[in-house]
Every structure is written in C-alpha cells, then in structure tokens.
C-alpha cells in the first residue's frame, strides 16, 4: 500500500477518570498507546503523538502538545494537524484499543472531496476516529478562539463526510469502546 497519509494518535487527555495517564496504562500486555501505533504503522508514513504529558518520547514518534491548553481533544487536533507533514491524517484516540483496520480502509476511501471523514453508526458519530485534512488546523484554530469545544458539534460545520460503518458495530461490537475507568481494563481483559 503507497502511505501518503499521517497518522495522529490523541493521548492528550488528563485522563482524570483513570487517575494516571491512560495511554500508558497496560492492557492485555501492552500500553493503550501501542494499540493505536500498531494499528496506524501499516497505513501512515508518520505517526505524530498529540499529547501534554511526558513519557510518550520513548516511542520514537514526534510528540507534539497543545497550543490551546486545555480545551480537549480540539486543541490536539490543532496542533498535532499543524505539524503533520500530509495532507490527508487518520486520526485515532489512544484508549480505543478494538478498532480494527477495516474501519480504516473505510474511512480512507471516502475522503475525495471531504476535509473530514468521520464514521457514523446507531450509538452516534465518532470524530476520534477519523480522517482530517491538514488544513482543518486553521478550521480547529478558529473553534478553540470562539472557545467550541465540542467536538461532536463543531465538525458538523466543516466538509464532512459521515459514513456508516453499522456493519462493522455489528461485526465488532467493541469496535469503538473506550477505556476510561482502571475496572475496565481489568474486567475486559478477563
């Protein structure tokens, strides 16, 4: 597969329901940031870490932190968008570990015409999970000025492109459950 795509993994959050930084947490065997680097490495020429902690370094990835602090993954879009040196980024939070790379193929298939791509299914939209274009950093910038910080509100006014992937919900129920609590972790890898 030709990669002329970036892959940005949001590990900004202050992960205050963990109580530690959740992207570090070990989940069957691995942090819940590697899931989302092994996940993207197939599909992106760089991996770019959006994050305000220190200890993501150690994976070799360029981090990048928020310009706008704490304004939630709005402000990681912004920066690590900025700094991302393809036109085209798939997007992936890092305590999502079930996604599965059909989702991936889906989205990127889709982006023709779009700034944004964004996977919809009956439980809603998932813009964490998703494909922006590099220059949706100014369109992001803006939001955070006018201080909208909802994600799931301010992508409804950019080129946006829902596609649904119920087909793949049905196939994978877990495919967008994320982590947020220390019991879960613990009661989904039992």
């Known amino acids: 597969m030709a990669k002329h795509v970036g892959g940005i993994i949001l590990a900004g959050g202050k992960s205050s329901r963990m109580g530690t930084d959740k992207g570090l947490m070990t989940f ?3 942090r819940l940031v590697e899931y ?4 993207l490495q197939p599909f992106c020429s760089e991996i770019i870490i959006s994050t305000n902690q220190a200890g993501y ?5 360029k981090t990048v932190s928020d310009v706008y602090r704490d304004c939630g993954p709005v402000g990681g879009l912004h920066a ?8 085209y980024n798939l997007i992936v939070s890092c305590d999502v570990p079930f996604v599965e790379p059909d989702l991936l193929h889906i989205v990127l298939a889709e982006t023709e015409g779009f700034d944004a791509v964004v996977p919809v299914h009956r439980g809603g939209i ?6 922006y274009r590099k220059e949706m950093a100014s369109f992001f910038e803006n939001q955070l000025i006018e201080k909208n910080y909802k994600m799931q509100r301010i992508i409804q006014s950019c080129n946006l492109n829902l596609v649904n992937v119920e ?4 196939k994978h129920p877990r495919l967008f ?3 947020n609590r220390p019991e879960e972790l613990s009661q989904l890898s039992e």
């Not at 370094?57 to 990835?61: A, R």
């Not at 690590?80 to 036109?87: G, I, K, R, T, V």
């Not at 087909?167 to 049905?170: A, G, I, R």
């Open 177 to 179: 459950y994320n982590l």
């Open 167 to 170: 087909h793949l919900v049905d």
């Open 57 to 61: 370094e150690g994976f070799g990835f």
């Open 28 to 30: 069957q065997g691995k």
């Open 80 to 87: 690590a968008l900025s700094e991302s040196n393809y036109d």
């Open 126 to 131: 998932e813009p964490l999970v998703a494909v």
């Open 36 to 39: 989302a680097i092994e996940l």
